[in-house]
């Protein structure tokens, strides 16, 4: 059912609103970052390139000079950040000023008040990163290097019976480290969580979307259901659901196991424990069932985007993916798989992930920042409130220090002096910025790897033929928020007898 709210009904309602709350207040000659020309009531709101508007916001940087753009949608103000350095001068060295999220009542509603992603910058928000950061730290996630190289071998395990359900088994593997890292959970085939938690974020992504007039509004929230332009009424009620099962299911899976001690050990069982076991208060493990309640959400998707991408870049550049091979090879050897100890020695390979991460980043308009007070950059004001979009995919198509960005060229990251390297390495922004860094990049970083670097060595991916045996070229497309390429036809096949022998030998636990 479409959610939108008569449009007539809207307009009027939010005339009104904006007519009575002071619309257009001066700026007393502060000069704003430069931006489209407002309309009088509506701002910049028909201006919005409404398909992959990553790209239509890098192209207003080159139209207006400016790596800051300014606009406006109705009374809300908005920025997005194109240029690296200027996220970096403003989200990073300014991340006390820059670190809060926009709020919306609709995300509360639906059942979503859970997910630390969303809240203020505050003491809540603060607590659940600290439990976070202590368990996914850059050293803490060597600890579950065991745990990702078994879902690993399990994912090849699959993938040898049925190559073709590619795009499915990282699905599975992306989420299946995830839960058993946060619940120690092993995630079913086809389990209905997947589908719970794809359910919930279609309804996080519709509220960030379309933007329920509640949201700017709130009070119209109290009006009855039989109310013109009241549908969110109905959204709530068929999603509200599906975001109270991924709170409630998994963690009482967990604390009932803990509780009859035979929980595997996992971010909720370490919590629960840290905490004080059985005499844990209410309020604290409130704080345990949120924090990780997130994590499947916030991780699965973006890692095995990445992870699709790789089959994509193989298939458009089969030289990309021999390389990487004849490295492994000869680095590792053809008797054993590559393990984590193998990373340092495997330049190309690291090479290929980077590019990965850089080509279609996975969250290309990163989640929205909000600055708490008025500041000034640069010579221009911004005002507190404004809600910032980091334009992560203009950042790593930036032409100055990636030339020739839309080609898929792992060498760019090879031969060039440290700082350079450094300076470079997509990993400096596709995680987003200051204290809103992705607190599982490192955790994802490490699946990443480890399921490249074995991919390369057992499977090969090539184009698809048509019913004439013509080779199929398959088109990147990446039109989402969370960059997953659309499908596109690809040949995977076992590499050969040797590499169905290493599969065959890997361990799993089940
Ligand atoms: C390739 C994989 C991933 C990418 C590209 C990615 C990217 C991002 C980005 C861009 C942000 C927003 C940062 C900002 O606001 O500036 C973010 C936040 C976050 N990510 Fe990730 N992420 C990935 C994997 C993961 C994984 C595996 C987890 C959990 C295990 C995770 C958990 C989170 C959480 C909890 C936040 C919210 C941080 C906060 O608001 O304080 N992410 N991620």
Redesign the pocket.
Known sequence: MSYTVPITVLTAVVAAYLLLSNFGKSSKGSRYPPGPKPRLISGNAYDIPTEKPWLGFANWSEKFGSGLIYFTIFRTKFMVINDHKVAFDL?DKRSTLYSD?PKSVMLDMVGWNFN??L?NYGER?KEH?RV?HRN?NNRAVREWRQLQTDVTNKFLKKLVLNPNDWLYRLEHMAGSG?MK?TYGYELKEKDEYMTKVTKAVDALTTCQGIGFVVDQIPILRYLPEWFPGTQFHQFLKEYRPYCEAILEGPFKFTKDNWVAGRAANSYVTRLLEEYGGSKISAEKEQVVKDSSA??YA??TD??Y??LSSYFLACTLHPEVLQKARDEVDRVVGTDRLPNYGDRESLPYVEALVKEL?RWN???PL??S?QILVDDEYEGYHIPAGTIIY?N?WAMTHNEEMYPDPLSFKPERFLGVDEATAKKMDPKNF????????????Y???Q??WLAIACLVVTFDVRKSKDEHGQEITPVPNYPNFVGKPDPFPCEVTLRDSNAAKLIDQLTVEN
Do not use: E, K, N
Not at 430 to 441: L, P
């Open positions: 989200l999220r630390m992603i809240f928000w990163r976070m996914l995830i890292f997130v994590l916030a991780g973006s890692t985007s990445i991460y980043p996975a969250a990163g989640p920042h980091p992560i596709i995680f987003g910025f200051g204290r809103r860094v992705c607190v599982g990049q955790f994802a970083d699946q990443i």
